[in-house]
C-alpha cells in the first residue's frame, strides 16, 4: 500500500476520483470556445500582427530600422532572446529536474510550464534569426561543406555552441513534451464523439493503449530523457552566457556568469510560470490541481534563485573592484551611477528586494501578492538583461564613440509581438491539449489522502472518499490481502 | 484474424495488482492489462521484463558522442584548418560543448524513436481499444480465449472472485 502520512498534505484537494480528473481536465478541450478564450485570442492576435509588420519592416529595409549604432551592435535583440531562453528553463526544471527529485507535486503544473517552454524557446529563437538580416539563409550556422561559399562553422564560438544548445535543447523538450501528452491524447481520443475530433486525437494519440507493457517503457523513457534534460537545460544557458563571458568586453568577461544565468533563468522561468498557472487555475477552474500549495513552493524557488542572483549581482561588484582593473571599475560604477541608472536601479530593485517579501509566509499564500510578485519578477529580470547588455556596450574604450542606445518603433514592436506570439500559442494549447498531465496527476491521486478512491466491493462503483486530513487508517478490500509489497 | 478475449474491469490499482497475482498462479495467461495511469508494481506481478531502452540510450548518446568530436576534428583539423584565436586547429576544450550537446541529441531522439518502434506507436486513424475506459478511470485485464464454450463463464467466476467489478467479452480483429 502506499505510504500514508498524517503528516503530508494532499496534492490533489477536493476529494477527486479518476474521473473527475478526466472531466475536469478535458472539460475545456470538448468544450466550444467560450468568449473569455476567444477575447484573449484576439489580443493576443492583434500582437501577432504588430509581430509580422514589424518582421516586414526588418526584413524588407534591414537591421536599420533597429536603435543599433556603431558602438551598441546588440541590444533589444539579445535583451529578448536571453529573457525568452531564461523563462522556458523552468518548464524544464519542472520536468525533468523535479523528477529526478521525486518532487511529486510537480505533476500538476508540469505539462502547462514544459508548453510554455517550448512556446518561449520559439520566441527566443526570433531573436538571432531576424538579427541576422537575411534569415532565409539561416541554415549557414549549421555545418555545411563550403560549396556554400565559406569555410566551415567555426566550433570554437560560443555563438556557434549556441545553435546546438538552442536547438537541442528545443527538439529534446519537445520531444519529452509529447512523450507526456501520448496517454491524454488517448484518454481524450477515447470519450470524443465528433468524427474530426476523433481522428484529430487518434492520430495525436499515436494509437496509445494504456498497456502495461507499454507503461513500463513509457516510465523509462521518461526518467532517462529527465536524467539527459537536466545537464541539457544547465548547459544552455551556461552557453548562453558564455556567449558574453568569453568575450573581454568588461561587464561581461566574468567567470561568474553561468551558475549566475543559470540561476536568473530558473528565477524569471518560475515567475512566469506563476503569472501562467494563477491565471490558467482560475480560467479552467483547476483550482483542486494547481492549489496554493503549488503556488507556495513555487515561490520558495523563486526566492532561492532570486537570491543567488542577489548574490551575483553583489559578487559582481566586489570581483569588479578587487581585479583592479580600471576599465572593469568603470563598467560596474557606470552601471550604477552613469546615465542607465535607473535600469539598473529597476534591476536591482524588481530581483533583490521583491524575492525577500516571499519570507512572508502571508505573502507567499496570497494569490493577487504572488500574481503581482510574478509580474515585477519578469520586469526585473528584462531590465537584468538589458544592463548587462547594453550598459557593458555604450561606453567602451574610447570615449569618442560613446553614445546613448535608444529603441525604435521596430525594436518595441517586434518585442511585444513576441509577446502576441506566446500567447496565441499558449491560448491555443490551452484549448486543445489537456493542459495537466491527467495520467500522471492520477498516480499521484492518493498521495497524502488517507482512504482515497479505494474499492468498496464487488457491486460498489462509487468511490468512496473520506474526507482528507483525518489521519485514519487505509480502507483495505476484505478480499484483498494486505502484505503486498508495492515498490512506489 | 478475430481473437476472443475476456475483459476483467478493475476500479481499484491494488484490487488489480493482487488479482494479477492470483490469476496467474491460477495458472490463466494474461493476455495484457490495460489502465489510465503507469501501475507500479504490475511489471513484477506480470512478469514483464525490464526494459533495455537505457543500454540503448546509452549507446545513441556515445554515436551522438563520437559523431561530434569526429565532425570537429576532421573539419576545423583536418579538412580545412584555421588559426582562430591562435588555438590550436583541434582544440578539445572547446569542442566540449558542442560534443555534450549532440550526445544529448542523438541519445534522446535515439531512444524516443525506438520507444516509438518496439511500442508500435505511430500516428494512425483508427485505434482499436479493448474498453474505452482504460484510458479514464478502469483497469482493464485481458485474457485471451480459446474455443472452450465453458471458459467464459470459468474466466468470469475466477475475476469475479477476484475483485473485477464487470467481465465482459471482446473480439478484437488483429492483423
Known amino acids: 500500500m502506499q505510504h500514508v502520512s498524517p503528516v503530508r498534505e494532499p496534492l490533489v484537494t477536493g476529494g477527486k476520483t479518476y474521473h473527475d480528473i478526466t472531466q475536469d481536465v478535458c472539460r475545456q478541450v470538448e468544450a466550444k470556445p467560450n468568449i473569455r478564450w476567444m477575447a484573449a485570442l484576439s489580443v493576443a492576435l492583434f500582437f501577432l500582427g504588430i509581430f509580422f509588420y514589424s518582421v516586414y519592416r526588418t526584413l524588407w529595409y534591414g537591421i536599420g530600422e533597429w536603435g543599433l549604432n556603431k558602438t551598441v551592435g546588440w541590444a533589444w535583440d539579445i535583451t529578448n532572446f536571453v529573457w525568452w531562453v531564461g523563462i522556458g528553463h523552468a518548464g524544464t526544471l519542472i520536468s525533468a529536474v523535479l523528477l529526478l527529485f521525486r518532487q511529486k507535486w510537480r505533476s500538476s503544473i508540469?505539462?502547462?510550464a514544459e508548453a510554455m517552454t517550448i512556446f518561449a524557446v520559439i520566441c527566443a529563437a526570433m531573436f538571432p534569426v531576424l538579427h541576422m538580416g537575411r534569415p532565409w539563409l539561416a541554415y549557414w550556422v549549421f555545418p555545411f561543406q563550403n560549396t556554400f561559399g565559406s569555410l566551415w562553422v567555426n566550433f570554437n564560438s560560443p555563438l556557434l555552441w549556441d545553435v546546438f544548445a538552442i536547438s537541442t535543447y528545443f527538439s529534446v523538450s519537445l520531444v519529452f513534451w509529447y512523450i507526456g501528452l501520448i496517454p491524454d491524447f488517448a484518454t481524450i481520443r477515447d470519450r470524443a464523439k465528433g468524427p474530426i475530433a476523433k481522428r484529430a486525437y487518434a492520430l495525436l494519440s499515436f494509437g496509445w493503449k494504456g498497456s502495461a507493457k507499454a507503461w513500463s517503457r513509457y516510465e523509462t523513457v521518461s526518467l532517462i530523457l529527465a536524467g539527459v534534460a537536466t545537464p541539457l537545460v544547465l548547459s544552455v544557458h551556461t552557453i548562453v552566457s558564455m556567449d558574453f563571458a568569453t568575450s573581454v568586453v568588461p561587464g561581461w568577461h566574468t567567470t561568474i556568469f553561468p551558475p549566475y544565468f543559470v540561476a536568473g533563468a530558473i528565477f524569471s522561468g518560475f515567475a512566469m510560470v506563476l503569472t501562467l498557472m494563477l491565471i490558467t487555475r482560475v480560467v479552467f477552474k483547476l483550482e483542486d490541481y494547481i492549489t496554493i500549495e503549488h503556488i507556495a513552493l513555487m515561490n520558495k524557488i523563486m526566492?532561492?534563485?532570486?537570491?543567488?542572483?542577489?548574490?551575483a549581482y553583489i559578487t559582481e561588484f566586489f570581483i569588479a573592484w578587487y581585479s583592479q582593473v580600471e576599465f572593469e571599475q568603470y563598467a560596474f560604477i557606470n552601471r550604477a551611477t552613469g546615465p542607465y541608472w535607473w535600469a539598473y536601479a529597476s534591476m536591482m530593485t524588481c530581483n533583490v528586494i521583491t524575492p525577500q517579501l516571499v519570507w512572508f509566509r502571508r505573502i507567499r499564500y496570497s494569490i493577487p501578492a504572488t500574481f503581482i510578485l510574478s509580474i515585477i519578477v519578469n520586469i526585473g529580470m528584462w531590465f537584468e538583461r538589458f544592463v548587462i547588455i547594453v550598459t557593458s556596450l555604450h561606453r567602451d574604450y574610447l570615449p569618442s564613440s560613446w553614445v546613448m542606445f535608444s529603441p525604435t518603433w521596430v525594436?518595441?514592436?517586434?518585442?511585444?509581438?513576441?509577446?502576441?506570439?506566446?500567447?496565441?500559442?499558449?491560448?491555443?494549447?490551452?484549448?486543445?491539449?489537456?493542459?495537466?498531465?491527467?495520467?500522471?496527476?492520477?498516480t499521484i491521486l492518493k498521495y497524502g489522502v488517507d482512504n482515497g478512491p479505494t474499492y468498496t466491493g464487488h457491486h460498489g462503483h462509487a468511490h468512496q472518499v473520506a474526507p482528507a486530513h483525518q489521519p485514519v487508517a487505509p480502507a483495505i478490500p476484505a478480499s484483498a490481502p494486505v502484505n503486498y509489497n508495492k515498490h512506489d | 484474424m478475430t481473437k476472443r478475449f475476456a475483459l476483467g474491469i478493475f476500479d481499484d490499482e491494488d484490487v488489480l495488482l493482487h488479482a494479477i497475482e492470483n490469476i496467474r498462479a491460477a495458472g490463466v495467461?494474461?493476455?495484457?492489462?490495460?489502465?489510465?495511469?503507469?501501475?507500479h508494481g504490475i511489471d513484477d506481478a506480470l512478469g514483464i521484463e525490464r526494459s533495455r531502452l537505457p543500454i540503448a540510450a546509452f549507446f545513441f548518446g556515445l554515436t551522438g558522442l563520437s559523431f561530434a568530436l569526429w565532425m570537429q576534428i576532421y573539419m576545423l583539423g583536418f579538412d580545412w584548418p584555421m588559426i582562430i584565436g591562435g588555438k590550436p586547429h583541434i582544440a578539445l576544450p572547446a569542442f566540449i560543448p558542442v560534443s555534450f550537446e549532440m550526445t544529448v541529441l542523438f541519445c534522446a531522439h535515439g531512444m524516443v524513436l525506438t520507444f516509438f518502434t518496439?511500442?508500435?506507436?505511430?500516428?494512425?486513424?483508427?485505434?482499436?481499444v479493448m474498453d474505452v475506459r482504460a484510458t479514464d478511470d478502469k483497469f482493464v485485464m485481458a485474457i485471451e480465449l480459446k474455443d472452450d464454450a465453458s471458459e467464459l463463464s470459468r474466466l468470469t467466476q475466477l475475476l469475479r472472485e477476484n475483485g473485477a467489478s464487470e467481465v465482459n467479452e471482446k473480439e478484437m480483429t488483429q492483423k
Open chain 1, 303 to 311: 526566492m532561492i534563485t532570486g537570491s543567488i542572483v542577489g548574490v
Open chain 2, 118 to 128: 518496439i511500442s508500435k506507436l505511430y500516428p494512425r486513424w483508427k485505434v482499436p
Open chain 2, 29 to 39: 495467461k494474461i493476455h495484457d492489462v490495460f489502465s489510465p495511469y503507469p501501475v
Open chain 1, 411 to 442: 525594436d518595441i514592436g517586434i518585442y511585444v509581438g513576441t509577446l502576441g506570439l506566446f500567447f496565441t500559442l499558449f491560448l491555443l494549447f490551452a484549448k486543445f491539449f489537456p493542459v495537466v498531465n491527467m495520467a500522471e496527476v492520477k
Open chain 1, 110 to 112: 508540469n505539462r502547462a
